[in-house]
């Protein structure tokens, strides 16, 4: 059975068949045209009925279907004239496998040597979920098309498709430099048609119309991708189906029409995918200006990567096995371009809405290389706790309302210039409890704790590579191998202490032992603290630059350790405090002092009097001080008998 349509204009005829599998059965089947403003309908004719044509005779083209059919275009020329073969399927939802056109009234068909189409098949499926192999679906040294692509982005023929094609293909030579410059031309010429989204009255698509206007919807790029591949002798498909586009919504459901249209080609024996609305440009918020903005990622796209975000109406369309289904492709995350173009390979969990457990949530990324990342949890990048990987991260997040929230995922390249983080994931939490013990410092930055950020910062082998540094005493001890040259300032934060900036920094001690550095931490009281740490190089004059944070998190409310003596300019980096290590002495007792210090002649505790220190076998300097009637007890050092002495460090003693 088949109805046959047509139109004629100066050199062809364009048929279109509906193959319909039920025989010897009369039937009427409409279609309305996407995105035009006529809605057509032909009676279904017997087989055998002959074609009844006027030479002059305008009919409109007509576009028949049924969710069993195949519709296909052909067109059907004079004979001793060129043939061009022009070529549109439109598979139903549901069709699995076009039906052989032998022995059909396809006559102009057969003539190009096209008895049957290539279809996806075998050869053509990927396997799906990604195999995290390339970002196209064949193997591309985008540098050869350098060339090609300057050529055709800069064409600026408008009078005719066929010109237009035959302009750009002086360039191109085999059928991928030819789909490669249909492809740059239509992404650097034809802007998005704003007005015609939010009217259909204003908008065309079709290809002429295109053409002439410079702007479109959807199905205006793909008509005009796939009228100009058929002017360049190209094969390629216009689909249509669901997308994941300007006004998609995570985990809304697709019913009705389909809203998006892109194309598919046939080159080196298997077919390809590309949206070349999506390659050129973006629309802002309210779809209301359009902006060129060339992207790549839409060229030949792997399939398993294309279906992220587009639902093809024929699952053959997908060219992916196993095939997903709409409830698959309604739940799955949304993985954007600058997902893939920056390297990251997967996130977990794989589903846009996420409920929390005893109020977390945990987040989790995988990538090709290192990458910088930062988060925003309704807007602000509090509640969450990130952690660097070498190849990817690790989010946890905790609420602290219950209800919905949206978590924005942002990266960006480890190296280069960039400044600017690209969102890359969007979440939905769903939190039904509170975890308000996780109620992280406001000075907490991310991402927190040791990376390899860190290591190339010169901070190598963390004796505590997680972000949370418990203790139960209020006292803990973080060594680093430092790199070559480097000077460090760490300073410690929390939301529930009066301590100056000073007095936060004594309740931290440095020691260095040749290339290794160790913070000793003692804690003002319970609770979540940050310890920022600051660096910058020995040689540089400048100031200390952030590198990265710890959280210290102490439950224990006994807890009230004092700061540590306050140290003077020529306390050197080699010296090191073993007792007392309190900086605030007791009234009327003999103290034992014990230090190390090295490349002196002589040592003294000061207080009323001043006591000699001695320097014993094992190489410390040692004694006692009585800390009787004064308020301050202080450590002097004479590095050789020409030198007048010097203060290192400096004690309180508790009053009476």
């Known amino acids: 059975m088949g109805t046959v349509e047509f139109k004629k204009d100066a050199s062809a005829v364009t048929i279109e068949m509906l193959l319909i599998v039920r025989p010897q059965k009369r039937k009427t089947v409409q279609r309305v045209q996407t995105d035009r403003q006529t809605e057509i309908s032909a009676s279904h004719h017997s087989q055998g009925q002959p074609i009844q044509m006027q030479p002059d005779e ?44 032998t022995g059909l009234d396809n006559k102009g068909f057969q003539e190009n040597g096209k008895s049957r189409v290539p279809l996806p098949g075998g050869k053509d499926l990927h396997a799906y979920p990604w195999d995290k192999s390339g970002l196209k679906s064949m193997t591309l040294d985008l540098q050869q098309f350098e060339k090609l692509d300057a050529y055709a982005s800069k064409v600026s023929v408008k009078n005719s498709i066929e010109e237009l094609v035959k302009v750009l293909l002086r ?62 002798g190209v094969l390629c498909m216009e689909l249509s189906g669901y997308s994941k586009g300007y006004s998609y919504r995570r985990g ?60 093809p109406d024929n699952s053959n369309w997908q060219l992916l096995k196993p095939a997903l289904t709409l409830k698959e492709f309604e739940s799955n995350m949304l993985y954007n371009m600058q997902f893939y173009n920056l390297g990251m390979l997967a996130a977990h969990p794989e589903t846009p809405i996420i409920q929390t457990v005893n109020g977390k949530a945990t987040i989790s990324i995988e990538s090709r290389a290192p990458l910088l990342f930062m988060f925003k949890l309704q807007g602000t990048e509090e509640h969450g706790l990130m952690t660097l990987k070498k190849n990817g991260m690790k989010l946890e997040i905790y609420p602290q309302k219950t209800g919905n929230h949206k978590l924005q995922v942002f990266a960006k390249p480890s190296k280069g210039s960039e400044d600017h983080y690209n969102e890359v994931l969007e979440y939905t939490l769903e939190c039904s409890s509170v975890d308000k013990n996780m109620r992280f410092p406001k000075d907490l930055r991310q991402p927190v704790g040791p990376s390899w950020f860190t290591e190339r ?54 020691i260095h032992r040749g290339n290794q550095i160790e913070f000793k931490i003692h804690l003002p009281h319970a609770g979540k603290f940050v310890l920022r740490i600051f660096a910058k190089k020995k040689s540089d004059p400048g100031n200390y630059i952030y590198i990265f944070n710890y959280l210290i998190s102490c439950p224990n409310t006994e807890v009230k350790w004092p700061v540590f003596p306050e140290n003077y300019r020529n306390w050197a980096e080699s010296y090191e405090l073993l007792e007392p290590l309190a900086g605030l002495l007791p009234a009327n007792r003999n103290v034992q002092f014990k230090l190390k210090l090295h490349s002196i002649a002589k040592a003294f505790v000061q207080g009323k009097d001043t006591s000699p220190l001695t320097l014993s076998k094992d190489g410390y300097w040692e004694g006692t001080c009585n800390t009787s009637g004064c308020t301050e007890v202080r450590v002097m050092v004479q590095e050789n008998a020409n030198l007048k002495f010097s203060y290192i460090l400096k004690y309180e003693v508790e009053t009476q």
Not at 77 to 86: A, K, V
Not at 193 to 214: I, M
Request: glycine share 6%; with cysteine; charged share 20%.
């Open 457 to 510: 910062k010169g901070f190598l082998r963390p004796s505590h590579p997680d972000p949370i540094i418990h203790t139960n005493d209020g006292r803990c001890s973080i060594t680093f191998t430092l790199g070559k040259d480097i000077s460090v300032l760490p300073s410690l934060h929390s939301d529930n202490t009066s301590l100056t900036e000073d007095m936060r920094r004594r309740h931290i001690m440095e």
């Open 58 to 101: 305008q009919a409109p083209v007509i576009t028949s279907y049924t969710n069993e059919g195949t519709h296909v275009t052909v067109e059907v020329h004079p004979r001793n004239t060129t043939p061009q073969l022009f070529k549109k399927f439109s598979l139903g939802k549901g069709v699995r496998k076009l039906p052989s056109l």
């Open 171 to 232: 360039e191109a030579r085999t059928d991928l430099e030819k789909v490669r410059a249909i492809w740059m031309w239509i992404c650097h010429h034809i802007e998005y048609d704003v007005a015609g989204f939010h009217n259909k009255g204003q908008r065309s698509c079709e290809p002429k119309d295109v053409l002439r206007t410079g702007k479109s919807v959807c199905a205006g790029y793909a008509g005009l991708f796939q009228q100009m591949c058929s002017v360049a």
């Open 252 to 311: 809304q459901s697709f019913t009705g029409d389909s809203d998006h249209a892109w194309n598919a080609v046939y080159l080196d024996g298997r077919w390809h995918l590309l949206d070349s609305t999506w390659g050129s440009g973006s629309v802002n918020d309210s779809c209301s200006k359009f902006t060129f903005q060339y992207k790549e990622f839409y060229f030949l796209t792997h399939p398993a990567l294309f279906i992220n975000n587009h639902f």
